[in-house]
């Protein structure tokens, strides 16, 4: 796993971290990607309305966009890079599972 602190430490931040989970603050300002990583099991908490664009090794890319509050879950990602394709900053909690 390519861990999302050491590749793109400008966009991601731990805030909380224990056996069971570790919570990320993950912050773009409009127009920045941030470098390939991955993620274990994970959700998503949104704390402003988003518009992203994950894209994948194989040069496919999917169009991720919620509102403020909005919780989604996700299986493991192998490898992504995201992208702020908004015109406003963004910022997300991820809290990954450890188990």
Do not use: C
Request: aromatic content about 10%; overall charge negative.
């Amino acid at each position: 796993m390519t861990d999302p602190i050491s590749v793109s430490p400008e966009v991601y931040q731990v805030i909380f971290e224990n056996d069971h989970v570790r919570v990320i603050d993950a912050q773009w300002w409009p127009g920045q990607k941030d470098e390939m990583h991955s993620h274990p099991q994970f959700t998503i908490y949104a704390l402003t309305d988003f518009n992203l664009r994950a894209y994948f090794p194989d040069g496919s890319s999917k169009i991720m966009s919620g509102k403020e509050r909005g919780i989604t879950h996700h299986d493991p990602v192998e490898m992504h890079a995201i992208e702020n394709m908004g015109s406003a900053y963004t910022r997300i909690l991820i809290i990954e599972s450890k188990k």
